[in-house]
């Protein structure tokens, strides 16, 4: 696909089709292991309580790669300025669009309470932004009734459950509000954590299959733990 992405002095066309072609060549040479994941997501987890200390929402940030931004924009018929920006129609027209969410959407942050998942509302408040040349989305999952966490350990894994996205966490979390006592800890996904077992079935597939193991994501995920007093 040639992009409509158009940037001062740097043919942005020519580049993604060469990085295309060499995906295109990779793949042909490289372990079926590398088929998944598809696309590779940094972001965070940001904690808004309210005035009572209880947790009534997560803030999620995803931050896309510089070659996924391009391909999204370009799907989208988008044009980018000299400056490397959308303008403001283009960027509100953006969120417009992706603020009507697949219906198969799982939301990349899983709350768990005492290993109870805990269900989140439908994403709210899209916004879009470019960010030194790649496009972050920020939403709110808003919780159903608000928790009181004193003394209660919450978990939030970061991950898609097919395992096509690649959730990592790079922005440290922030707890917003009242969350006085509370304090967040970040578990990297440890890639020595997971049998070889689960490995094989992964490397098994093609890049247009997912794996039928539930949740399979969860595996590779990378975790915070919040702790309050």
Not at 40 to 51: L, Y
Not at 61 to 67: G, I, N
Request: charged content about 20%; overall charge negative.
């Amino acid at each position: 696909m040639t992009p409509s992405l158009r940037f001062v002095e740097f043919d942005w066309s020519a580049a993604l089709l060469g990085l295309c072609a060499g995906g295109a060549l990779a793949a042909l040479g490289a372990s079926p292991a590398l088929a998944h994941p598809h696309v590779f997501v940094d972001g965070g987890v940001d904690f808004q309580f309210n005035a009572d200390r209880q947790l009534q929402s997560l803030q999620v940030t995803w931050l896309y790669d510089a070659f996924e931004t391009l391909y999204m924009l370009s799907a989208e018929g988008m044009n980018l300025t000299p400056q490397g920006t959308l303008d403001e129609a283009d960027r509100l027209e953006l969120v417009r669009r992706l603020s009507n969410w697949p219906e198969d959407f799982d939301g990349s942050a899983h709350l768990k309470i005492d290993g109870a998942e805990i269900a989140l509302d439908w994403p709210s408040g899209l916004d879009a932004q470019m960010i030194d040349g790649r496009l972050q989305l920020t939403f709110t999952r808003a919780l159903s009734d608000p928790l009181d966490l004193r003394g209660i350990t919450a978990e939030v894994a970061f991950f898609e459950s097919t395992y096509f996205f690649d959730f990592t966490l790079t922005k440290a979390p922030e707890l917003r509000g009242n969350a006085m006592g509370c304090g967040p800890q970040v578990i990297p996904f440890d890639p020595d954590s997971n049998d070889q077992e689960l490995l094989d079935v992964l490397a098994k597939l093609s890049r247009e299959e997912t794996s039928g193991i539930d949740n399979v994501g969860a595996f590779f995920a990378d975790q915070i733990i919040l702790r309050c007093d």
